[in-house]
């Protein structure tokens, strides 16, 4: 499912016009972007699941088209933990 499609079943399912479903979802996306952004960040929906930022440490990784080591800096990533509902829902 892609960004339309979700909001083509956002609005289908909560009764709402493409344009305010379009808003919510912006509004989500941005409210969870900024709270990640901070230094503690975390967005926890119970029984869907919670986002937060882990730190990747730096490492050696090889270049796949000739073999050459290369290093690979440390950054922050985005971990999503599913929640019981959801991981129910699925399974």
Known sequence: MNKAELIDKIATD???SKVDAK????AFVG????????KDGRVSLV????FTVAKRAARTG?????????EIAAK???RFKTGSDLAD???
């Not at 029984?47 to 919670?50: A, D, K, L, R």
Request: cysteine-free; glycine content about 12%.
């Open 89 to 91: 829902a699925i399974n």
């Open 76 to 78: 922050n990533v985005v």
């Open 47 to 50: 029984g869907f699941g919670s």
């Open 23 to 26: 808003r919510a979802l912006d």
């Open 62 to 70: 090889r270049n796949p088209k000739n073999g050459d080591a290369i």
């Open 31 to 38: 409210a969870t972007t900024e709270e990640l952004k901070k």
């Open 14 to 16: 909560a009764g709402l």
